[in-house]
């Protein structure tokens, strides 16, 4: 098996998941990036609501507010990065492109809307604003979008390497 075109089972699922970890930091810097430039925009303070799901899922008090901030801060790097692991499974099962993103974006947003509410840390989306409604779809977008041309752009470099 010298055959430098082929790859074994297990180096795939590996190459997906290092891939798509990679991939899902940068599709979180990029939702980041424009979560912050909406904040300068807007004056709005970054949400604590990654913080407090985690205390609802988890079952723990808060310690103080600025604790609170700075939880929230790194489960939405953790959690962004982690759903990188999703598009790499999606990549394994043969979509690719814009319907791998879509569908990367879809994964995320949905669990997002059925996630937060079952936790009680937020509205229903039916009782949300509609102007609520397109910012967290634009942000997952850009999340997606962000995490697909990186994976791609990494998966297409690897294949042209062999």
């Known amino acids: 098996m010298n055959n430098k075109n082929h790859q074994t089972p297990l180096a795939k699922v590996g190459t997906a998941i290092g891939v798509g970890l990679l991939a899902g930091l940068a599709g979180t810097i990029a939702m980041t990036v424009c979560q912050r430039i909406d904040m300068k925009i807007t004056g709005r303070e970054g949400s604590t609501t990654p913080a407090k799901a985690v205390r609802e899922a988890l ?35 043969g979509l690719r492109g814009f319907v791998a993103s879509s569908t990367h974006f879809a994964a995320v947003w949905i669990t ?43 998966i297409s470099e690897n294949q042209e390497s062999k």
């Not at 808060?62 to 929230?72: A, C, D, I, T």
């Not at 604003?129 to 910012?135: D, G, L, R, Y």
């Open 59 to 93: 079952d723990i008090k808060p310690v103080s507010e600025s604790k609170s901030k700075q939880l929230s801060s790194e489960v939405h790097w953790v959690y962004g990065t982690s759903w990188g692991l999703m598009r790499g499974l999606i990549h394994l099962v």
């Open 112 to 154: 997002e809307l059925v996630m937060l509410p079952s936790l009680k840390v937020a509205p229903p989306v039916i009782k949300e604003s509609p102007e609520t409604i397109a910012k967290d779809a634009f942000y997952h977008g850009v999340y997606a979008l962000g995490t697909g041309l990186v994976f791609d752009a990494i």
